[in-house]
């Protein structure tokens, strides 16, 4: 079991190196938005690691640091 957490985590790391974006505070550093598809095209692993997000309800770029949740903008989700 501890094997398998481990080789989890190894697959987390590869993953949010092959994004090419810097990694800092829990959260790849994407200066452009990215939509829930496109995040689902790169690893399902780290979908929620994104920091800059594009609402799924209205399209809106917003900031997971400062509002909204999973890939709702703080106005969708309030
Ligand atoms: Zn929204």
Redesign the pocket.
């Known amino acids: 079991m501890k094997y398998q957490g481990w080789e989890m985590e190894n697959e987390v790391h590869e993953s949010l190196k092959l994004t090419g974006h810097p990694f800092g505070g829990g959260l790849i550093q994407n200066a452009e938005s990215i939509t829930f598809e496109e995040a689902k095209e790169y690893n399902p692993l780290i979908i929620l690691r994104w920091r800059t997000r594009q609402?799924v309800?209205?399209s809106?770029v917003f900031d997971i640091t400062s509002q909204g949740l999973l890939y709702?903008?703080g106005?969708?989700v309030g």
């Open positions: 609402c309800s209205c809106q709702k903008c106005v969708c």
